[in-house]
């Protein structure tokens, strides 16, 4: 909206800044943004007087970071203006992976680029790259040097070559960008500890623990068994620091509009890199307020739409994600406030969809999950999920009590439940995790564990048990098909592939001992990766499977996001069920959870509008025939009801 203050700032501005950009985007695109970002900083810093001083070094810094950008990103990011739904697509499917635990480093990631391409995957999002402290890193989500490629995964010109040759192989990259803390032997917190107080303003820090013991009050603990509070003191500078996560994480201090100014910096300059998706790790946590709970404060959401619209004006080629792991009603705040186009994320994780999978598979039925995504509030068109089954962080039963009451279960229970049932404590349960940070404050917890240990592949192989094995692939495939399927881009956790079980060798690495999420962050060895060769190995099954289904997905227009994706009510509680409508063609997606089969009534499929008579299963590529109206759905196995063409 226009505000004359803003625009007699910005007239001010663009004419002391020189003009050897040599093109009008710049100008226009900063135009466009500009009051929305004055507004924005108004709010956030009003009440400083140097309040003008910081939105002109802004403009700067936009400017420096536009004039720094080649000319190949430019014309880029002008054919993602013309197509800017460009990441709705039903052609993207992505994988997420740790550099040195795929391929040893970025030089032995290329060869490597094949193996994702023979799965189908053209979106690749590396974990942390950047220079961290060789221990104490939090798998790199630590970072010392935002400028700078860890030499343990190479030159910084490795890194470029890895996003040329991905570029060249018409993939994608996504990247992280770690907003809320830095390492503690980062620059700015090394100079803090020394007592240079303008880098101490950097981070929140107090001379005692008057103010700590207030925010503690009511500020969740995220590493409760490893890393219990949120302040550690530093004997260097002989203050405590806020460190929400670990000790070593210190929390940048945002009040202060030098650190986002810095971080946007440090955006650009890394968008300059070519880099087509930054997630933004831990957004729900920027912002701190005494009496809260420090997450998914109105502020934090003024800061990333900040983060975006810096974005828009020098790369608007580049796409934002959303790292909030929060409630379901919150999550969808990532993605802005307008409701035809994000003003803020463009993507988010579905961490509601994931957590409602293990629901339903640990309960064997579709109940919670069903009654889960009913209540989620819709998003804003233009923006789209990331579907997820698994990640390397733990799984937290983040859905709302609501939903579990209104699938009849009592809330606290059936958590407890789902948790025993997930690390194998509950009798008969055929899952194999790890209970992930034991609250005992509160009786939280969380789970740890690999997709396909937790699906039941690695019970069932140690009694060498043929069915079991069986059914614990056809969870894994259910569950991708899922994902592969729902509206969003599928992130695909590397290992998952081939169906890899959990990895115990962290138990012996003092570094890692205390963060069971090790568990589940596979080194890939390369000689087990042939099994997928080899016929009937689970490793040969759900290879084979995930692969297919993703030719599938790619020929399927329907399945682009243009939130269009609704579930139905299968009138069946083990049933999960939604259709995808297209203006070609529409698919039916029905997954059974229950380790039974389960009857499909063609007369409930009619009654979608869905031809009967001419069903085809688009993974099967086989008829539908409803013997006596009824159509038998085998234990864990779905269907991708399209009619066939005549
Ligand atoms: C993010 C990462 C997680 C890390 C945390 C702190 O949530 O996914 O692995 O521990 O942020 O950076
Ligand atoms: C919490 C945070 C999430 C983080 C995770 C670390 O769930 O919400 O951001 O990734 O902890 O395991």
């Known amino acids: 909206m226009y505000d004359p203050r803003a625009h007699i700032l910005l007239k001010r501005i663009l004419s002391d800044l020189p003009d050897k950009t040599g093109d009008d985007d710049f100008r226009l695109r900063l135009s466009a943004g500009f009051h929305g970002i004055y507004n924005r900083f108004e709010t956030l810093y009003g009440q400083r007087p140097d309040l ?46 740790y550099v040195d635990r795929f391929s040893d480093d970025l030089k032995g990631f290329i060869p490597k680029i094949k193996y994702l391409k023979e799965i189908g995957i053209n979106l690749v999002h590396m974990m942390p790259l950047l220079e961290g402290p060789p221990e104490k890193n939090d798998g790199g989500y630590a970072v010392s040097n ?104 210190w929390d940048l201090n945002y009040t202060n509009p030098r650190v986002l100014l810095e971080m946007i910096d440090i955006l650009l300059h890394q968008a300059n890199w070519g880099i087509d998706i930054f997630r933004l790790d831990a957004v729900a946590f920027v912002w701190k307020q005494l009496g809260t709970q420090s997450q998914n404060l109105p502020h934090a959401h003024l800061i990333l739409q900040l983060y975006k619209l810096s974005a828009q004006i020098v ?27 994000s003003n803020e994320c463009d993507m988010a994780y579905n961490a509601t969809l994931m957590a409602l999978l293990w629901d339903a598979m640990a309960t064997h039925n ?21 579907n997820y089954i698994r990640c390397h962080d733990d799984i937290g039963l983040g859905y709302s009590d609501e939903n579990i009451l209104a699938a ?33 404050k509160n009786g939280d917890a969380r789970i740890s564990g690999s997709l396909a240990s937790l699906a039941g592949l690695e019970s069932a192989v140690e009694d060498g048990d ?74 040969y099954i759900v290879f084979n499977a995930i692969r297919k289904m993703i030719r599938v997905r790619c020929a399927s227009e329907e399945w682009a996001d243009y939130n269009n994706t609704k579930v139905i009510d299968a009138n069946n509680e083990y049933l999960f069920s939604f259709i995808r409508r297209g203006k070609q063609a529409s698919t039916m997606v029905i997954a059974n ?44 196995r779905f269907l991708w009801l399209t009619e066939a063409a005549n």
Request: aromatic share 14%; glycine share 6%.
């Open 52 to 97: 003008e001083q910081y939105l002109e070094d802004l403009v700067k810094i936009l400017y420096q970071k536009y004039t720094e950008r080649s000319r190949e990103l430019k014309q880029r990011d002008r054919q993602r203006e013309k197509e800017h739904d460009w990441f709705l697509s039903h052609r993207i499917t992505g994988m997420m992976l």
């Open 146 to 249: 935002y400028r700078k490629t860890d030499p343990r995964y190479g030159t910084h010109d490795d890194f470029l070559q890895v996003i040329a040759e991905l570029h060249k192989n018409g993939m994608y990259l996504m990247t992280d960008l770690v907003i809320n803390h830095t390492s503690d032997e980062h620059p700015w917190a090394l100079k803090a500890k020394q007592g240079d107080l303008v880098h101490q303003e950097y981070y929140h820090t107090f001379k005692d623990r008057t103010v700590p013991d207030l925010f503690e009050r009511s500020l969740p603990e995220i590493f409760p068994e490893s890393c219990p509070g949120n302040f550690t003191f530093s004997e260097e500078m002989d203050q405590w620091v806020m460190t929400v996560f670990h000790d070593y994480q």
């Open 315 to 341: 790369a608007p080629g580049v796409a934002l994600l959303a790292e909030a792991i929060v409630a379901p009603g919150e999550i969808v705040r990532y993605f802005g406030t307008s409701s035809v186009w």
């Open 366 to 386: 579709a109940r919670v999950l069903n009654a889960g995504i009913r209540s989620m509030p819709s998003k804003p068109k233009g923006t789209t999920w990331i």
């Open 408 to 440: 009849g279960y009592s809330p606290q229970e059936h958590r407890r439940f789902i948790v025993n049932f997930l690390t194998g404590r509950f009798k008969g349960s055929f899952a194999q995790g790890l209970t992930f940070m034991f609250n005992p």
């Open 466 to 539: 043929r069915k079991q094995i069986e059914l614990a692939t056809r969870r894994i495939i259910l569950l991708h098909a899922i994902m592969l399927s729902y509206g969003g881009i599928p992130m695909l956790y590397y290992g998952d592939e081939l169906a890899t079980l959990n990895d115990y060798t962290f138990f012996e690495d003092a570094d890692r001992v205390d963060d069971n999420r090790w568990v589940h962050r596979p080194l890939i060895d390369w000689k087990k990766t042939e099994d997928r060769k080899k016929k009937g190995l689970p490793e």
């Open 593 to 636: 959870f229950k380790d039974e089969a389960q009857s499909i009534d063609a007369r409930w499929v009619a009654s979608y509008n869905f031809d009967v008579h001419r069903l085809r299963d688009k993974y099967t590529k086989s008829n539908i025939i409803f013997y006596e109206g009824t159509f038998e759905l085998e234990p864990y």
